[in-house]
């Protein structure tokens, strides 16, 4: 864990209450795909866990969705400093994906999945992915994993883009060595029930300190008790407890 100031260098909506933000400054402890950070903001006595959406060359990607106050004051913001605390949280293994994982996020779990794909590519393997999300609107970065030579398939709900259903439909017909996934419980819980190798779960949980020091995020596994800040929030498929 490294505490550091980044600077605002672009803060634009993606899609509808969806925000990306670039900062810059010292990146140096987010080292795995899955991590996080959690970001002071003046007013607010609790920081704001954010996962990470890409970090190069000191320049660190965050996609938010405005959900409470803290985003909402986020999502004004143009340019300044921010007080970040970076390297949280365990982050996927990728060393485990064999040739082809399949790299599964839902809404607001999709960010991880860009830099986690990034990475495997780096490390030989040939990733697909599954985007999911409630309706045409709220569809992004689409585009993006395309441009990085990713097959992507992407799920609506109502049916109104790509394959009508969830995210579970669309697996069904695909074949894969490995499976990466963030997003809601009740998705995860649902690809537990159908995937058919290995694969590792990435958990939204509230969190008070986002270190572990609290203990606020502690979740029972087949292996004891493991707090979701600290030891997560990446999890195993074999050691989750539904």
């Not at 060393?95 to 960010?111: F, Q, W």
């Not at 395309?146 to 609506?156: I, K, Q, W």
Request: contains cysteine.
């Amino acid at each position: 864990m490294k505490q550091s100031f980044f600077e605002i260098i672009e803060n634009i909506e993606i899609a509808p209450n969806v925000m990306r933000m670039k900062l810059e400054g010292d990146t140096s402890a987010i080292t795995r795909p899955g991590q996080f950070v959690n970001i002071k903001l003046d007013g607010f006595f609790l920081r704001r866990p954010i996962s990470v959406n890409d970090c190069e060359d000191n320049i660190l990607t965050i996609i938010y969705k405005v959900v409470g106050k803290g985003t909402e004051v986020m999502k004004e913001m143009k340019d300044g400093k921010l007080d970040i605390l970076t390297g949280l949280g365990n982050g996927y293994d990728i060393e485990k994906a064999g040739d082809a994982p399949l790299l599964i996020g839902g809404g607001a779990g999709v960010p991880p999945m860009y830099m986690l794909a990034k990475k495997l590519i780096e490390n030989g393997a040939e990733p697909s992915v599954i985007l999911g999300f409630n309706k045409a609107e709220e569809v992004f970065y689409e585009e993006e994993f395309e441009a990085l030579g990713v097959p992507v398939t992407v799920t609506t709900v109502d049916g109104s883009y790509g394959v009508k259903g969830f995210v579970t439909d669309a697996m069904k017909n695909m074949e894969y060595t490995y499976f990466f996934t963030c997003g809601p419980e009740p998705m995860l819980k649902a690809i537990d029930g159908v995937a058919n190798t290995s694969g590792q779960l990435s958990f939204e949980e509230r969190m008070g300190c986002g270190f572990g020091a609290c203990m606020g995020c502690s979740c029972e596994t087949k292996y004891g008790t493991k707090r979701i800040c600290k030891d997560g929030p990446v999890l195993e498929r074999e050691e989750i407890i539904w």
